[in-house]
């Protein structure tokens, strides 16, 4: 028994998963939630007709879907990460201090967050301002912004 003979599968598996994860986007499927379901499922059907049709042995098996379980994961991580991000600093910030609605609203405030990220692209010399116009100043950032857009359309069917 070879290591390629129980890593293949989940490989093939968790590429299904995420290859139909994207796709579905596009059969109009937006429901996130939804769209995981569709691709886990997907690809547990073809570890599952793999495992069926292979000479492996029972443990062999187990072992291929705790591999596709754990890349599943990292998977559906990979795409909730944004999502989650500001929601677990928000659950922090409640655990940490005793905060009110107000406060909170306040610190999460859509132009005080606006103002620091355009605060921080100055500091970091990304943008300037001369005469009251925002210049950009470094173009390098732009060929990642164009990377990161490319695989947002792919992947969410939408661009920034």
């Known amino acids: 028994m070879q290591f390629i ?6 490989i093939v598996g968790i590429l299904i998963n995420f290859l139909l994860f994207v796709f579905t986007n596009y059969f109009k499927i937006y429901t996130i939630n939804i769209r995981i379901i569709i691709s886990f499922l997907a690809g547990m059907i073809l570890l599952f007709t793999i495992s069926i049709y292979s000479n492996l042995e029972l443990d062999y098996i187990l072992s291929q879907y705790i591999i596709y379980f754990s890349l599943s994961f990292v998977n559906w991580n990979i795409f909730m990460l944004s999502a989650t991000a500001q929601r677990i600093r928000i659950i922090f910030e409640i655990d940490s201090k005793k905060i009110s609605y107000d406060a909170l609203i306040k610190q999460y405030n859509t132009k005080i967050i606006y103002q620091k990220r355009f605060e921080r692209l100055i500091n970091l010399k990304i943008v300037k ?4 116009i925002i210049i950009l100043n470094n173009k390098r950032v732009l060929i990642i912004i164009y990377i ?3 695989f ?7 661009k920034y």
């Open 5 to 10: 003979d129980i890593i293949f599968a989940p």
């Open 148 to 150: 990161l857009n490319f």
């Open 152 to 158: 947002r359309f792919i992947i969410f069917g939408k």
């Open 129 to 132: 301002i001369n005469n009251d």
